[in-house]
């Protein structure tokens, strides 16, 4: 394998001559001298390349090499004399792989508004930012698998199409290869899904809990982790259309086992990224969250809050008027809500429980009172929740009244039904929205700038 420029950068100067390839940053002309700067993605630094004139007198090469053109360089790492870099490459050897042409190239080497870059997501990850972003979710994706990996969960892939809501919110996006124009018509005049590709109504999936929890009654501990999709018309900072979940599944588990493993595995997360993206993680904090880095490593040496849902609605009516939406026993909370816990009051990771059950989904276990349920949302400052959760109900009867009171089909989730007439256990588990994952660590404002390319109403480009 060729080396990256990361480890190029981290050799001590030698005579031996190595290859550097990568994209031209910027290009600095002296007299007798011409500095590139080429980057290949693996770290924020480019190498500096130093061209000697002479050598290129004739042939118009340099000239041809401008910001964004694709070079090959040979040469030997040296000490360097000047500037921020500890080594860089004496180039005896330079070739133009391709030019990028100065006057069309959408990245000039100014500084470009993060709406801009948003419109020319196949160019942005050239940037520092979005180099940055894509190597601090790389992270974060291999440490999901460690942390899991580590502790004996199974990985388990959830079917994307699915026949089931697994939120029973009807927020799914319909798959069909029915014509839209003329779809086929049952005798009462409906839409006939009979005769749909699937032979019934499919959708993507919203979340792989449910078919995850068949395998955690085999397996006892597994997690998915893998693209989710809500047709949710929300317009925020913290919401896409499509996202990437990871959903650990627990037999034998109550909320008091799940509420521990949230907490370690997004304390694992935070910990990753701070001892393996150092670089990175510094640019985020100096000049898109200042002081991320520190507040992250206060929050892994400190045992989150955990609030039942009843006190923290009284904590919030004591600022009611603080807020836009009022806050009531019954009511969602509100992302200023979760906010003002974290930020405001417990300045802290918070995880709210036992919510009212007309707000959350029909699996999760119905408490004692009849009223709450063993939910559990861990919010964090400046994005509120980041993980949702619970204990599921694992009782036959309790969950088939639960799924007809919020008006579900019991039938249509007869599968579901089953782990609770074979073999029933007690168990929990959680999703964690992977980009709220990576907004959080990296402090970025928009999660459209966290994922490569962002689907959300009224947005699907490239
Ligand atoms: O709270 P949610 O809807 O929970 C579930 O889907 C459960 N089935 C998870 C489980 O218990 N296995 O979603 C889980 C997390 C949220 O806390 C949030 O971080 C993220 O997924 N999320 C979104 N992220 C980006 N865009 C959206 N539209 C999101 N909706 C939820
Ligand atoms: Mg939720």
């Known amino acids: 394998m060729k080396e990256r420029i990361s480890a190029l950068l981290k050799r001590e100067p030698k005579a031996d001559i190595v290859t550097a390839e990568g994209w031209v940053r910027t290009k ?3 007299k007798t001298v011409c500095f590139l700067e ?22 118009g090469l340099l000239s041809s090499i401008t910001t964004g053109s694709s070079v090959i360089c040979k040469g030997p790492i040296v000490a360097s004399a000047g500037g921020s870099q500890d080594v860089e490459m004496s180039s005896l050897d330079v070739t133009l792989v391709g030019e990028c042409p100065v006057d069309t190239y959408p990245l000039q080497k100014k500084r470009h508004t993060i709406e801009y ?44 199409i699915s026949s089931s809501d697994a939120e029973g919110a009807g927020q799914q996006f319909l798959v069909t290869t029915l014509d839209p124009t003329n779809p086929p018509r049952t005798k009462e005049g409906a839409v006939d899904y009979g005769q749909d590709f699937f032979g019934k109504k499919s959708f993507l999936t919203v979340s792989g809990q449910l078919e995850g929890e068949t395998y955690a009654m085999a397996m006892k501990n597994i997690y998915t982790f893998g693209p989710t999709f809500r047709a949710e018309n ?22 008091e086992g799940n509420m521990e493993v949230a907490e370690s595995f997004l304390k694992y997360l935070f910990k990753a990224v701070l001892e393996n993206c150092s670089e990175d993680m510094a640019f985020f904090s100096n000049f898109v969250e200042k002081g991320m880095e520190d507040t992250l490593r206060s929050i892994v040496d400190t045992p989150f809050v955990r609030l039942p849902y009843t006190e923290a609605v009284k904590e ?19 992302s200023e809500h979760e906010k003002f816990l974290t930020e405001v009051v417990f300045k ?38 980041i993980i949702g959760g619970s204990e599921r109900e694992s009782n036959l009867d309790t969950l088939t009244k639960r799924m007809v009171e919020m008006k579900l089909n019991p039938e ?13 256990v007690p168990h929990a588990g959680f999703g964690l929205g992977f980009e709220r994952a990576v907004q959080y660590v990296t402090g970025m404002g928009n999660i459209r700038d966290v994922i490569p ?8 480009d490239f």
């Open 28 to 30: 600095r002309d002296s």
């Open 38 to 59: 080429v980057n290949d993605g693996s770290c924020l630094k480019g190498l500096q390349v130093v061209i000697d004139k002479e050598q290129f007198a004739n042939d």
């Open 117 to 160: 870059l948003r419109e020319i997501a196949h160019l942005r990850p050239r940037t520092n930012m979005f180099g940055a972003v894509t190597r601090v979710r790389n992270t974060l994706a291999y440490a999901v698998h460690q942390y899991f990996q580590e502790n004996g969960f199974v990985y388990v892939n959830t079917p994307i």
């Open 234 to 255: 929300s317009n925020t900072k913290r919401h896409l259309s499509e996202f990437w979940m990871v959903e650990p599944e627990m037999a034998f588990c109550d909320i």
């Open 316 to 334: 919030l009516e004591k600022h009611s008027k603080n807020f836009t939406f009022p806050v009531a026993w019954g009511s969602d909370l509100q």
């Open 348 to 385: 802290s990771p918070v995880i709210v429980t036992d919510y009212p059950k007309d707000i959350k989904a029909f699996y999760m276990k119905l408490n004692a009172d009849g009223k709450t349920v063993r939910g559990m949302d861990v919010l964090v400052p400046r994005l509120g929740e």
């Open 412 to 424: 249509d989730y007869w599968w579901y039904l089953d782990l609770r007439r074979f073999g029933s």
């Open 453 to 460: 390319f962002p689907r959300a109403p009224r947005l699907a």
